[in-house]
């Protein structure tokens, strides 16, 4: 069955990086797309970015570039994304979601920026 | 502010019926498909509805979903206990090249 198994929470200092793993299993991960999808607390679902699993380039929605690196290693069917010079208004649980149109989801990261 | 527009909250009594709006713009829910999620908190954003009206194997038929021009609707028939939780749509948008979402709406079970 197809499983999205992301890595535990992350506690980060101010101006510190993260970097969040998202593992697929259960189907070709280079058939589906990447999706990071970010809650940050009381709000919405936002999306951030998709990543072509064949070619590594992503696709960002606004406000996230820079900072924040999408990455794959296909050899081990791992998404990554990397906050860097963190801030606490990054604070949030993180979710990678497979597809396009986004049908299975991981589990969710809680990345908490404090010092 | 979220690019897809639902009410914050709706509520029903155990076996009512409750509809959840989703309004967007012709660059994602006007000519692409609408997908709605329920979420628990501290679990995994589940697949409710795909492609307007479509469940995934598994989801009760007390789900439905459909569209009309820019906006689209959940129903749930026959309200449990367990619906109570946070439900978003979401559609992919042209414009942005990405998916959007509702700002979600908390459904409870009174």
């Known amino acids: 069955q197809v499983q999205l198994v992301q890595s535990g929470s992350e506690l980060g200092k101010p101006g510190a990086s993260v970097k969040v793993s998202c593992k697929a299993s259960?189907?070709?991960?280079?058939?589906?797309?990447m999706n990071w999808v970010r809650q940050a607390p009381g709000q919405g679902l936002e999306w951030m970015a998709w990543?072509?699993?064949?070619?590594?380039?992503?696709t960002y929605a606004q406000g996230f570039t820079g900072r924040f690196v999408f990455s794959l290693d296909t050899s081990v069917s791992t998404a990554y994304l990397q906050i860097s010079s963190l801030k606490a208004e990054d604070t949030a649980v993180y979710y990678c979601a497979r597809g396009r149109n986004p049908d299975y989801w991981g589990q969710g990261t809680l990345v908490t920026v404090s010092s | 502010q979220s690019v897809l527009t639902q009410p914050p909250s709706a509520s029903g009594t155990p076996g009512q019926r409750v509809t959840i709006s989703c309004s967007g713009s012709s660059s994602n829910i006007g000519s692409n498909y609408v997908y709605w999620y329920q979420h628990l908190p501290g679990t995994a954003p589940k697949l409710l509805i795909y492609r307007n009206n479509q469940r995934p194997s598994g989801v009760p038929d007390r789900f439905s979903g459909s569209k009309s021009g820019t906006s689209a609707s959940l129903a749930i028939s026959g309200l449990r206990s367990e619906d109570e939780a946070d439900y978003y749509c979401?559609?992919?948008?042209?414009?942005?090249?990405?998916?959007?979402f509702g700002g979600g709406t908390k459904l409870t079970v009174l």
């Open positions: 990543i072509d699993t064949n070619t590594g380039n992503p």
């Open positions: 979401a559609a992919w948008d042209d414009s942005l090249s990405g998916p959007v």
């Open positions: 259960g189907y070709t991960f280079t058939s589906y797309v």
